[in-house]
């Protein structure tokens, strides 16, 4: 795998630096779940995670994973994933992730290492992600490659391109090797409700802010109320309203920690129109008010 080099995006508390590349992305995530959790989403590389400190919980489409401290996660490309601190857990909660895409590199589709093992990992929709432990061999060795890439790409004064593409192409190695070792029947209506999902849930990042309900969403995925409620309740495991609800707080906390806009005009740019609810909501899922939460997180 011929990859000349690397893009950096690392995400450490406060501060997010970039260095632009135009080759292979590979980006470099550090976050405290205890300020925000990851929401559900997907990406279109393959993302590597390890838990540094507290306990996690990792979803992975219909899987869910509790990690605690030098456990990891994997996730492949397309599958919705999420992540947040474990429940009923507080304090810190930090993990590391990096994200990185080797089908970008031009030279790529036409090399062995690619045809005989990047391209079947990508396609490979009965090996959406895993829980990484330390005690199954091959698993240990993937999270002792990823603190390695770290190490020699963020905590090093100059990244050391060579070593990091070593490692990557030996992440990926592994990750292929063992993608059939516990093969997953996945149906095609399994596929079509994450293809489902997918619709709603760009719908409702681009319209959080309007008067949302079950049957907007489900006019958005073009199907019955019944099957956006089944859709959410079995890959998500919440209620459409439920996970709207959800979003509209994360969006507040997030404005929360960075604006300097009053709480009722968040409250109301975040689609909340009644204070009181959203006082009561937010409470209910940050375990303190606003006020607190502004006073505590506050870059």
Same mark, same amino acid.
């Given at each position: ?7 950096? !995006? ?49 979803? !992975? ?13 994997? !996730? ?167 996970? !709207? ?55």
């Amino acid at each position: 795998m011929a990859i000349s080099s690397i893009n950096y !995006v690392i995400e450490k508390g406060n501060i997010l630096l970039k260095q632009e590349s135009n080759q292979i992305p590979v980006s470099f995530y550090e976050k405290n779940l205890e300020r925000a959790e990851i929401p559900w989403h997907w990406q279109e590389g393959l993302e590597i995670g390890l838990v540094i400190s507290g306990e996690i919980e990792v979803s !992975v489409e219909a899987e869910r994973y509790l990690l605690k401290e030098g456990e990891g996660f994997f !996730v492949n490309s397309g599958a919705l994933n999420a992540c947040r601190q474990a429940p009923e857990t507080t304090g810190e909660c930090i993990i590391k992730t990096i994200v990185f895409d080797p089908r970008l590199e031009p030279d790529s589709p036409d090399s062995i290492f690619y045809s005989n093992y990047i391209a079947p990992l990508f396609s490979n929709d009965a090996f959406r992600g895993t829980a990484l432990s330390s005690e199954v061999a091959w698993h240990k060795e993937i999270l002792r490659l990823m603190t390695n890439c770290w190490e020699l790409c963020i905590d090093c004064e100059e990244c050391n391109d060579l070593g990091a593409i070593a490692i990557i192409s030996q992440i990926i190695f592994l990750l292929s090797a063992h993608s059939t070792s516990e093969p997953r029947t996945v149906s095609s209506k399994e596929a079509k409700d994450a293809e489902r999902i997918r619709i709603m849930l760009d719908y409702i990042d681009e319209h959080y802010r309007d008067d949302l309900n079950v049957s907007v969403l489900s006019e958005s995925a073009e199907i019955s109320e019944s099957e956006a409620m089944r859709c959410f309740h079995n890959m998500l495991g919440t209620t459409p309203i439920q996970y !709207v609800k959800n979003y509209r707080i994360r969006k507040a906390a997030e404005m929360l920690q960075v604006s300097d806009e009053k709480i009722v005009d968040i409250a109301i740019d975040c689609g909340f129109q009644d204070m009181s609810y959203f006082a009561k909501t937010f409470r209910e899922s940050k375990g303190i008010t606003p006020t607190d939460y502004r006073e505590k997180y506050k870059r």
